[in-house]
């Protein structure tokens, strides 16, 4: 029996109103906007407002791709979010999403795999079209990131942003369109390199834990950066050719954006072309598990993306984790 393909039918994003750029960060940080761009290829990002939590922007993400796929959110049979910055640990947000647009009861859970999360996402949810388990899934990266971020430490408050998208997974209808596969795998040796430390079980919230500043994202920039420009050709390298396709069959490449020169070494690894690779880190920095959606509009809304394209999308971040999608959109 043949697997039923799963595709993506509509695609919405929200960002949050507020733009902060480089040289807003440079009246409180000591950095500059030459240091940012020139290293991450960012100039500016949204940044959520007091209150406004993941299930916020990720249900006006939900909205959006639910309009443009002309789909009721009672319809909808699961909800899938991935985020690093939930509104809680515990309900998933999710369910607080589903809640939000007044889906009724449709099964919703998260998935956490910091910035790799929508395409662990996308892989949960096309799993669960291909086995005839669901019909239409809602897979959401939403991520109020800033919330999580020590603004007075340089090295990470520069690099992130808030933001969500969403996509609306059908079981696909014409030939050959729709998910091909996936290369998903994680290297747990790399566990500490990036991480939130406290407010789990292993180090609960504390006294000590909060003067500790250990609520905090922590990052090992460098060993990530040395991970991200490894993994990211060789895992979308595995996906193509592990289908049967060659490198120059893809005609569009997303990778997660975390910044332009991993996206660069990746491209140039891979041998493609710029106008072959989507970016639009400059505006947007690291929005996480909403980076690849963002960009996933955009490329719609621009003509860069068009149906039949073959577009290869791929995700690395903490666990140290990645993961590579191919589809034929
Ligand atoms: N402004 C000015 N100077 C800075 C800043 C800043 N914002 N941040 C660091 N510096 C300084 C450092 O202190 C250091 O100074 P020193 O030489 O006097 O010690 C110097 O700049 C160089 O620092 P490096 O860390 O070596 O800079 P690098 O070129 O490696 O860039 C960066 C740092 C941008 C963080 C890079 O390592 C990177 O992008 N890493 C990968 C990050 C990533 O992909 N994270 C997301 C993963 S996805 C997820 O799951 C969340």
């Known amino acids: 029996m043949t697997r039923r393909r799963a595709k993506v039918a509509a695609v919405g994003t929200y960002v949050p109103e507020r733009v902060v750029t480089n040289d807003d960060l440079s009246l409180n940080l000591d950095t500059s906007d030459e240091w940012i761009g020139t290293r991450t290829g960012i100039r500016q990002r949204r940044i959520a407002a007091d209150g406004q939590a993941a299930s916020d922007l990720g249900a006006e993400a939900a909205r959006r791709a639910l309009k443009a796929a002309q789909a009721q959110p009672g319809e909808l049979d ?3 979010t991935a985020s690093l910055s939930p509104d809680m640990l515990f309900p998933a947000t999710a369910s607080l999403i589903s809640g939000l647009i007044g889906a009724g009861s449709p ?5 956490s795999a910091a910035c790799t999360g929508f395409i662990y996402a996308l892989a ?35 690099l992130f942003g808030d933001g969500a998208g969403a996509v609306l997974l059908e079981p696909a209808s014409g030939e050959g369109e729709g998910i091909i596969g996936f290369d998903l795998g994680n290297d747990p040796a790399g566990a500490a390199e990036l991480s939130l430390p406290a407010g789990g079980s292993r180090l609960p919230a504390s006294q000590e834990t909060v003067s500790g500043r250990q609520h905090f994202l922590r990052m090992n920039g460098r060993e990530v950066f040395r991970f991200a420009t490894r993994i990211v050709s060789e895992s979308a390298r595995r996906v193509v050719e592990g289908h049967g396709l060659r490198m120059e069959d893809v005609d569009i490449f997303i990778p997660h954006q975390a910044n332009i020169r991993i996206i660069d070494v990746a491209a140039r690894k891979l041998g493609f072309e710029p106008g072959k690779v989507f970016s639009n880190i400059e505006r947007y920095g690291n929005t996480s598990c909403a980076s690849i959606p963002l960009c996933l509009d955009e490329a719609e809304r621009q003509g860069r993306l068009r149906k039949g394209d073959l577009v290869l999308m791929t995700g690395f971040g903490a666990g140290l984790s990645w993961g590579s999608c191919l589809a034929r959109w």
């Not at 099964?107 to 998935?111: G, H, K, Q, T, V």
């Open 124 to 158: 949960a949810g096309e799993s669960f079209i291909a086995s005839g388990r669901a019909d239409k899934v809602l897979v959401v990266g939403a991520e109020a990131v800033s919330k999580m971020i020590d603004w007075s430490d340089r090295a990470t408050a520069v």
């Open 78 to 80: 699961m909800i899938i």
């Open 107 to 111: 099964a919703a859970f998260d998935i």
